[in-house]
Each structure stands twice: as C-alpha cells, then as structure tokens.
C-alpha cells in the first residue's frame, strides 16, 4: 500500500494515511474517538461531529469493530490521546468489513479459553500479549541460529519423511509414500549424526519433529520445533558448554530486541538471562538431593527415570537451569556413549529449566561394533538402520550433541502455562485443525 | 577435544594436535607423507623413517585412508607442502579405523554416480566441491532470513500436518493421526495468509513442504524447502519488490561470505550477484517474445500455460532474472486476487530464473464472499476450509505474497544439474532413505 505510515510513525505536523483495524470507538456525543490499531501500535482519530462532513462521520463511527479501514489525515499532538497524538481525518475508507460478532474479542476485554483461541488465532494475534510471545519466539530462532553461527556450525536441513524411525517404530506417524510405508520423522537425530562424519563436521537444525506419543499435558506436543546440534570431535563437556552458549543467546537476544514484547507480557522487570554456567549435577547427586527433601513417597534408587515429581522437587532446590550427568546407561537411549571407565554410567546429560527437561544430549557412540550391538539389544534390526551404522565403518570421528525442544525453551523462558501458548496451530491428539 | 588446532590455524613455530581424516598418504621410500583433512582444510605430516620411532611410522603409515586420527607434532614452514607447513609428528593416535573398501572416494579420484554419491552422503560431503554447496545453501538461508528481517517480517512455523491441503485433496501425502485422515502439508499458505490477518502483519517462513507428484525431473522433489512470504496491505507488485530484495540478499550474502566454497566449486570468476531491478514482462509480452522467436512448434495463445521449453525459449531471450505478471486469471490458483478492472487477468505473478521458475505469487483474494466462490468454482467444499475462510469475515487486510523453491534458489545459483544435488538427503519417488 503506497504512502501508509504505521501509527507508530505518525509526527505531529504531517498529514498521513494510516490503516489497520478498528480498535474501539468511544462516542461522547459532540465527539467521537475512533481507536485504530495496526502491527505497531495504536492511534487515535477524532471526529468532531458539527465540524466534519457528515458522510465522513457517519462512515468512521458506523464502521464495526475489528474492520480494516484506512484514514488519511493531520497528525497534531494530543497529551490526553493515549500515545499523545491523534489524527483528524479527512477521508475514512472502510477496506475490510467485519462481522459484529466476533468469536473472540481481541481488545481482550472478554477472556477466552485457549482452544477459542487457537480456532482463531487470527484474531487472538490481534492482542499485543499474544503478538508479544510471537515476536520473542522469532527473535529466540534469531539468535540461537547467531549463537550456532559464532560455534561454527554449519545449518543442515535433514528428511521429514523417513523410512526408519531413530528409536524403532513405537511413537511414529505413518504415511503412505507412493504406495511404501514410510513415517514422519521424530528427530534428526540419525542424520545429524551422519553429518559429523562428513567435512561440515558441526551442524546444527531447526525443524520440526512428530511424535505420535498419546501424552495430554501442558507440555507435550505431537508436532514441535527441535533445536538440534551435533558436534564432531566433542565430547559431552563440550556439547554441555555448546548448550548453555546457545540457551544464554536466546536469553540474551529477547533481553537486547524485545523489550516492548516482554512489557506486553507484564516481564519487563523479572525477565533476565541466566548468568555463569549451569550448575552440573550428576545423576547420582541429583537423586541425593531430591532424597535429601523426603518431598517424595519413596526414595528414588539407581536406576530410576526421575518423574514429573522428582523434576520439580529438584527443579526447586537448585532454583535455576542445570544439567544433569551421568545417567545409568539402562535409561538412556542406546546411541549414547557409556563411560569408557564405567560402563554402567552414561555419558547423557538432560539440561533442566526448574519445572522441565529442555535439552536431551550426550556424546554419541561411534563405534560400529557397539552400536550394531545397541541395536540388537534394543530388540532393532540393525540391517534397516543400515545407512546410518555403514557409515560408521568408513572413519566417524568421535562426536556429542542434543536436542533442545524449541516450544520449551519459550514456554519456559516466558512462564506460560500452556506449551500450545507457544505455538500459532498446535497439534495434539484432539487438534488437527486449524 | 580439548587442544585440538584447526588445520587452517596451525602456525610454524607451535606444538599442536590436529585431528581429522587421513586423506593421502604418499610413500617415496625414506620419507612418506600423510595428508590430514579437516573441516578447515588439509596439512601435511611427515615420516623420516629412519629419524622416527619405527611404531610411529608404522602407525602412521599403515593406517586405512579415511580413517580417524590425531597427530601432535611440531608445526615447521615447509613451501613444497601444499599449505605452506607441515607437521613433523611425536605422536600419532588412530581414533576410529576405516574399512579399507569404501563405496565411494572421497578424494575424488575416482568419479561416483548421484545415487551412489546420495546413498553415501556422509562420505561424499567429504568432498571440498560437495561440502561447499552446503555451506552455501547455510548461507543462503542466513541472508534470505536477514533480508526478512530488514523488510520487519516476523518469522513463523506454521504445522506440517493438515486436515486439509491448500489445493484440495490431489498432490498429499496421507498420514493416519491418532485414527484420523490427515496430511502433509504442501505448502504453508493458508496459514501464512491467516496470519497477515493477525497483529504481525508481515511475515516469512522457511520449512519443508510435501507434495505426492509423480515428476521425476532433475527440478523437482517431494520434499522441499519453502521460502515463504506474505504481507497485509501489500500489492502484488511489492510483494515483487521484496521478493527482488530477498533475492539479491541471497546471491550478495554468497557473494561476501562464500568465495572460498565458490573456488571449490570453480565459480569464483563467473559468479556475480543479480544488479537492479529484474524486468517485469506482462504474460502477454512473454507469449509474444516467445513467438517472435520461431522457435515453438506451434506459437503460443492467451490461456496457455508456459511448457518447460517455453520458459527456457523465454529465458534465454531475457538472460536475466524476471518477473511474468498479469497471468490469464484460469491458470493461477484461485485464492490469487484478479485486476479489479479486469476479472480475466490476475495479480499473480512467477518471478524465473532463466533456466526455471523460482518464485511463485500474487496478491491474494481477501474478500469474503469472493474467496468462497473461488472454493466452489474449484470444485472444494468452502465448509472443509472453514477455519481459513472465516477469518476473512473479521477484518481480513489486502495482502500479497509469494513462495521461492529453496532448492531451485540454490541449484540455479550454482549452475547445479540436478536439484538433488542441493539437498541432503533428497525424497523422490524411488528415494525414501537415507
């Protein structure tokens, strides 16, 4: 649209043509304020109903709430106007009517439950509180994507649609590829690996992954957004440092870019990157600290997956993002590296936020032997995962890495309740659609 | 790995350790040379057999090509090396053994097929000409997403399974979701459009798309990666503007970024970045510029789509990166806005390559009751896209858009053959793994 000015640019002195939505409309009889809101910010326009024509007045004040509607006029400052000026318009040209019932307010006068939300999400990105988590998370993608750059990864762009899943067939999407049984992909995790190997050596992607798990909670999601990393000649320490690098960029990248989005929020004071490293917490001391609360009905033992519980038990004691090392290998996937001093202890690590797991990593087992033998006691037939182990047989490098779950990092980042809040169309066992 | 030095970092005078692939090695007789490769380039190791312990040079010697290893020695100048330095080893570690049959070389002396070069990417990647395609296309999607961001779009992930397609039920890829029909989404259209409604107004995309065709060219794939952008109160033709920003953003990121991955690729002297604006021919101007070459069988007439040999007739007469505009409304999809004086003509646009069509786009219908008479004409049930259609009916902006094949981007950029070639781990009818 030629000559539009956004509100936010609307100088006192200057006659402008501004468009955007209806906001409200306050009639005090004599005069009038029509509130129009466009993607940055608001402006007031004001109808003098004995000075205007009444044509004009009549279109401006009769137009429904939420219409699109473009208004070209004299900007003059205004202190009482809410951003201190306001327009007095010369011509109203209704764009775009709307219906006068809207499913969902979006002056955000009425609340709405979130699945009224997410079936209209159109609208609900129309209150700023929204727009905000929107705003933050592509901001979140910027500088983790900055933050590889500065690690010297190389971005790569790995299948969705796989022959094989990464952890065998449980938990998988089926498809049908021109008539093969093919699966959406539930991780990069094969093929991010499978570039180590290669002259990029260290990668990173951010894609999505599918995950037909049957979990309903806030925090699970069938379709997310996977941060991925993986690292030639790494060991765990050092994907672990690779790790808090990246999560402290996205930190620090909302803190620098997103100052508006984070006061939309309410966050502006309490939000703040987290300094220094991570705290780093074996299994072993993890499982002692969460024991030593006696928050839990029985004591957890070797060996034992830590629950939703024992997370937040420990979440709290250690009040800020941690790692935990050295798992029991039995709980940890078979791709992952034992100690060599300890076969026992595995070489994963979880990155934790207080209330959840983000990050899943480890250094990787990269000799073919071993991981053959891992396939075979994951009850897996290593012929179908052929193209992945053969490579292992022409020279793969040492190599560490993980997943970050992108929707967590927000979720967390930001307190929302609800993973779906972090995602324009969720997907989940009920919602396919929009 | 701790202490580990860069090939490309190691300076004479320093003790280093460098690890990486054995690329080479050269036996005169009383001195034999072991060429090292890294992610950062290769450097020279030399056995004096008869000044070395005989266990180092065997090591050194005997090792499998390909394999991985670590040597730590004494960094020397040496101008007969190929860069300059050299390393005369105190220590030589094999870390990971290669088997002495590789399925493909990675030295490139012997030539391999695409599918055997795709069935071992791992491998082929090793290769500085192949590994330099992926840098570039990393640096592509790194500039493309800083242009967005110069043009204040906000970055979005719209969900890859659908209830529906954006084109009806043709061309999908059937998943089973929790008991329910679904798809793969084949482009993020809808969603990008619904999103223009929104309070974020502008925004991009960059994810994988999925499309059942039953092409097998050396331009097209079933799964690719969409470049998407969409703008409230955009025309089509600065829908075209930002798409020629974009674009050049593109070629002048490669430009400045890449030269060492186009000497690899031999493009160093012939590449240049697209300068000014690209011409912007009317269908009508393309059919008569394709007739008064002679060289169609049977010239072309008003509603005819432009075959594969029209575009490259059309092409070479252009020479340049263009735009057709101004489509015969019957050939472009019907959610693209025709002319308002002229319902048989279309705001659509294709913006070409002269080798292919790149880009595809046009202001959008945003009009209510015309889009649903669009569904209908094309023969899809408005109620299945209900979700889409009725946000138009709450204050739905003008808007345009357009979506660019990331692969053709790519593949026309650096005079690629096939377009698998521009891929990873490319998906065809005959290609579901790796």
């Given at each position: 649209m030629e000559n539009r000015t956004y509100t936010a640019d609307a100088t006192p002195g200057d006659t402008v043509t501004v468009a955007g939505w209806v906001h409200e409309i306050r009639d005090l009889g004599g005069i009038a304020f029509l509130i129009l809101r466009d993607t940055t910010g608001k402006i007031q326009v004001k109808f003098e109903k004995d000075e205007m024509d009444d044509d004009l007045v009549e279109t401006g004040l009769n137009v429904q709430r939420e219409s699109v509607i473009s208004v070209t006029g004299a900007v003059e400052e205004e202190p009482r106007a809410p951003t201190g000026v306001e327009v007095t318009p010369e011509s109203v040209d209704v764009i775009s009517e709307a219906d006068?019932?809207?499913?969902?307010?979006p002056s955000g006068k009425v609340d709405a439950e979130l699945p009224t939300r997410l079936d209209n999400r159109t609208l609900d990105l129309r209150k700023d509180e929204v727009k905000a988590i929107f705003e933050i998370r592509a901001e979140v993608l910027r500088s983790v994507r900055e933050a590889f750059r500065e690690l010297n990864c190389t971005e790569i762009n790995t299948p969705?649609?796989?022959?094989?899943?990464t952890e065998g067939g449980t938990e998988l999407f089926p498809i049908t590829y021109f008539g093969q049984e093919a699966f959406m992909n539930q991780s990069p995790q094969l093929f991010k690996q499978l570039m180590v190997g290669s002259g990029l050596e260290r990668v990173f992607e951010i894609g999505p992954i599918f995950r037909a798990e049957e979990h309903n909670t806030p925090r699970h999601l069938n379709e997310a957004t996977s941060i991925d990393f993986e690292s030639a000649f790494y060991d765990h320490t050092e994907a672990m440092d690779a790790c808090e690098h990246v999560v402290q960029s996205a930190y620090e990248g909302v803190a620098e870019n997103c100052q508006d989005q984070l006061e939309a929020l309410g966050l502006e004071d309490e939000f703040a990157a987290p300094e220094g490293d991570f705290p780093r917490l074996t299994y072993e001391e993890a499982l002692d600290k969460i024991n030593a609360t006696?928050?839990?009905?029985e004591p957890l033992v070797w060996g034992d997956d830590l629950s939703t519980e024992a997370e937040h038990v420990l979440g709290q004691e250690v009040g800020e993002h941690y790692f935990i090392t050295d798992w029991p290998s039995e709980i940890k996937p078979f791709y992952i590296k034992d100690h060599d001093d300890d076969?026992?202890?595995?070489?994963g690590f979880d990155m934790m936020h207080p209330s959840m797991e983000l990050v899943s990593g480890g250094q990787r087992e990269h000799r073919f032997d071993h991981l053959v033998e891992g396939f075979e006691q994951q009850g897996l037939d290593p012929e179908a995962f052929e193209y992945y182990t053969k490579?292992?047989?022409y020279g793969m490098p040492p190599h560490a890495g993980w997943g970050l779950g992108g929707e967590r990092l927000i979720m967390t980042m930001l307190g929302?309740?609800?993973?779906?809040?972090?995602?324009?169309f969720p997907r989940d066992r009920q919602r396919l659609s929009p």
């Open positions: 006068p019932e809207l499913p969902l307010d969705k649609i796989v022959a094989t899943g006696g928050e839990l009905d076969e026992e202890v595995s070489t490579m292992f047989k929302l309740e609800n993973i779906r809040e972090a995602v324009l």
